[in-house]
């Protein structure tokens, strides 16, 4: 498992055109090495903005997004089109906007599908489960990258402090009682997230410093989730320096001053 990268960016929104420019650099990078790419988006204030950031950059063309997977990290169990639903996010931000291949794209089912919730995370596990080559060693893809935002708890997906799921071996599980609204979602496990190539947790807000300096320190998972998410290949924590103001500064990369 890689050792953090932390790289700090002026405030929330250099941060989201940061973060763009490098989702489309690392994209082009592994289509142009392997002829497809496959990312894993994350809900939440950052994340969308990072996907509205991608949407406005004129380098969006450089991506050739038929041959692009598209996965989540988590989702709330709510019904399609929802505006809660990370995906909702991604599609308005994003998804609209590019020639994405729709069988490409991998969201998690909400309650309209008629599943339950277990139901669903068993149908994304399998899911996963058919797009996973040998080359994978594991369940689920090992994905190109895999974008997280983090709660002030620490969070990451829908992995809460304390919660039992922070142990369980599945890909995916299903999430009753999220200390945040909706109490019931859908979340990627550790074992899949630290078998990414790369993770980039994505953070922005003093409200979250607190979290990002036990992040990146010896914390546990089950304390601090985020503690727990780190890439094979690659980690960074991808900051505003609000979020990067209670690290100690020879962590950090300043990369917008
Ligand atoms: O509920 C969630 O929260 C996190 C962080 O969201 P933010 O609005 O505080 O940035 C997000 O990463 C996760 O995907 C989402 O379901």
């Given at each position: 498992?890689?050792?953090?990268?932390?790289?700090?960016?002026?405030?929330?929104?250099?941060?989201?055109?940061?973060?763009?420019?490098?989702?489309?650099?690392?994209?082009?990078?592994?289509?142009?090495?392997?002829?497809?790419?496959?990312?894993?988006?994350?809900?939440?204030?950052?994340?969308?903005?990072?996907?509205?950031?991608?949407?406005?950059?004129?380098?969006?063309?450089?991506?050739?997004?038929?041959?692009?997977?598209?996965?989540?990290?988590?989702?709330?169990?709510?019904?399609?089109?929802?505006?809660?639903?990370?995906?909702?996010?991604?599609?308005?931000?994003?998804?609209?906007?590019?020639?994405?291949?729709?069988?490409?794209?991998?969201?998690?089912?909400?309650?309209?599908?008629?599943?339950?919730?277990?139901?669903?995370?068993?149908?994304?596990?399998?899911?996963?489960?058919?797009?996973?080559?040998?080359?994978?060693?594991?369940?689920?893809?090992?994905?190109?990258?895999?974008?997280?935002?983090?709660?002030?708890?620490?969070?990451?997906?829908?992995?809460?402090?304390?919660m039992p799921a922070l142990y369980d071996e599945?890909?995916?599980?299903?999430?009753?009682?999220?200390?945040?609204?909706?109490?019931?979602?859908?979340?990627?496990t550790l074992p899949?997230?630290?078998?990414?190539?790369?993770?980039?947790?994505?953070?922005?807000?003093?409200?979250?410093?607190?979290?990002?300096?036990?992040?990146?320190?010896?914390?546990?998972p089950m304390?601090?989730?985020?503690?727990?998410?780190?890439?094979?290949?690659?980690?960074?924590?991808?900051?505003?320096?609000?979020?990067?103001?209670?690290?100690?500064?020879?962590?950090?990369?300043?990369?917008?001053?």
């Amino acid at each position: 498992m890689s050792v953090p990268t932390v790289i700090v960016h002026r405030d929330a929104d250099m941060l989201a055109k940061a973060v763009a420019a490098r989702v489309i650099t690392r994209t082009v990078d592994a289509q142009s090495a392997k002829g497809s790419a496959s990312l894993v988006l994350t809900g939440g204030t950052v994340g969308t903005a990072t996907l509205a950031e991608i949407a406005a950059s004129p380098a969006r063309d450089a991506v050739d997004w038929r041959n692009l997977d598209l996965w989540w990290g988590d989702e709330r169990f709510l019904p399609d089109g929802d505006p809660e639903r990370n995906e909702t996010g991604a599609r308005r931000a994003l998804l609209d906007h590019v020639d994405v291949d729709p069988a490409r794209v991998h969201p998690m089912r909400g309650p309209d599908s008629g599943m339950t919730v277990e139901e669903s995370a068993e149908a994304y596990a399998e899911e996963l489960r058919r797009a996973a080559r040998p080359e994978d060693h594991g369940p689920a893809p090992s994905f190109d990258v895999m974008m997280l935002g983090m709660g002030p708890d620490g969070h990451v997906a829908s992995l809460f402090p304390g919660m039992p799921a922070l142990y369980d071996e599945r890909p995916v599980v299903a999430v009753h009682g999220s200390p945040k609204p909706p109490p019931i979602r859908v979340s990627l496990t550790l074992p899949v997230i630290r078998n990414s190539r790369e993770v980039w947790v994505v953070v922005a807000g003093e409200d979250k410093a607190g979290a990002v300096r036990l992040a990146l320190s010896e914390s546990g998972p089950m304390q601090v989730p985020a503690a727990g998410a780190r890439g094979r290949q690659r980690t960074l924590f991808l900051l505003d320096r609000a979020a990067a103001s209670k690290i100690p500064s020879s962590l950090s990369r300043i990369s917008s001053p």
